[in-house]
């Protein structure tokens, strides 16, 4: 029997994505995103930058992940949003129109974000060549099983498979589906149809 093709299921925690104008508002003319450290898509980072996410009924504060963008975008697990009092929809990264409204807050200025907060679509990460050997195209929606090994695990159905040349093979949960899972650690997902 052949072996079982899996990857790695990685959580992404409550982040933004900010444009250069954004950044300088926020952080002052001359600002420039520092590398904190290097995340598992090649040329992402965590930086060094935070701000503070300023909703209806509270704050967050969140890491900015680099490089900058060519929009602005908060992307919150479901009680991040509860907590801060904003509706966020389930969107894939860039799909922003019409979502949650947030301000954002710096140590040097502040902007009011019409829109841009999301819950990030569950979605798995994958070079044509992993696609052609998972038998999964770019968009396709798919049911992953993850298993933690400790007793809970946990089929997510609506998963979108992102192909791209320069992604690396993985799938990115939130926190909530973290902890839904009991995904702690290195934890790996296959595929189930």
Do not use: W
């Amino acid at each position: 029997m052949a072996e079982e093709l899996k990857f790695v299921v990685e959580t992404s925690a409550r982040h933004v994505h900010v444009t250069d104008a954004t950044l300088k508002v926020l952080f002052g003319a001359d600002a420039e995103l520092t590398v904190k450290k290097m995340l598992s898509q090649p040329g992402q980072y965590a930086s060094n930058q935070k701000v503070t996410v300023v909703g209806p009924k509270g704050q967050l504060a969140c890491s900015i992940l680099g490089p900058t963008r060519k929009a602005d975008q908060v992307e919150l697990s479901f009680t991040d949003a509860r907590t801060i009092g904003v509706a966020v929809p389930v969107r894939e990264s860039g799909d922003t129109a019409g979502s949650a409204a947030v301000k954002l807050v710096g140590p040097c200025g502040e902007v009011e974000l019409a829109e841009g907060a999301i819950a990030a679509k569950r979605h798995i990460h994958m070079t044509p060549a992993d696609a052609e050997a998972f038998g999964v195209t770019n968009g396709e929606i798919v049911s992953v099983k993850v298993s933690a090994g400790n007793g809970r695990d946990t089929i997510f159905g609506d998963t979108v498979v992102r192909v791209h040349p320069t992604y690396a093979l993985a799938m990115h949960i939130d926190t909530d589906e973290c902890n839904a899972a009991s995904a702690f650690g290195l934890v790996y997902g296959t595929i189930v149809k």
